[in-house]
């Protein structure tokens, strides 16, 4: 329980003031596509039509728009530039950089690193994607401005698998 209310707190803690107003936009247009249906109640299929495209700028809505703000606003790249493997612990050390080409400036980034097991067929390698073997992160609390790059490095301890992996990079820049 204290993981979820960690995760939902960490979450409106990223937001910005662009991802609220895209969430005050979607539920203005819902008001209004019901609005609309309701004033046009005497054309059954357009009333039903318009019910139908407002429910889904309320359930679509407000996750475009936060990955919208988070693609334009506040985009980045992170590029992994050593995977090693210790010979002498369990231990896998991921270093790389992320470049920042927002439009505003940021203050925090957060880079989560998840090591999935490697397979050449398509479906297998989809699956085993969704079982992470091991995972890390790094929070990175520094003023970012278009154009910076910074290092970072990631240690996932224990670490004790011998076969072939994938790593999987999500990252985040946040106001």
Do not use: W
């Amino acid at each position: 329980m204290e993981n979820m209310k960690k995760v939902i707190i960490d979450f409106f803690n990223t937001l910005s003031v662009y991802d609220y107003i895209g969430f005050f936009l979607t539920i203005f247009l819902f008001t209004l596509f019901l609005i609309l249906a309701l004033l046009l109640r005497r054309r059954t299929k357009l009333s039903v039509l318009l019910v139908i495209v407002g429910f889904l700028f309320l359930f679509a809505g407000p996750s475009a728009a936060h990955i919208f703000v988070k693609k334009t606003i506040f985009k980045h790249d992170v590029q992994i530039s050593e995977v090693r493997k210790l010979v002498y612990s369990d231990t896998l050390l991921i270093k790389g950089s992320l470049r920042f080409f927002g439009r505003k400036d940021s203050r925090h980034c957060k880079i989560d690193a998840k090591v999935h097991k490697y397979s050449p067929n398509a479906v297998k390698g989809f699956i085993n994607e969704l079982k992470t073997l091991a995972s890390g992160s790094q929070s990175i609390h520094q003023q970012f401005t278009k154009g910076d790059t910074v290092n970072f490095k990631i240690v996932i301890e224990p670490f004790v698998y011998q076969g072939d992996y994938n790593i999987t990079l999500n990252s985040g820049c946040y106001r």
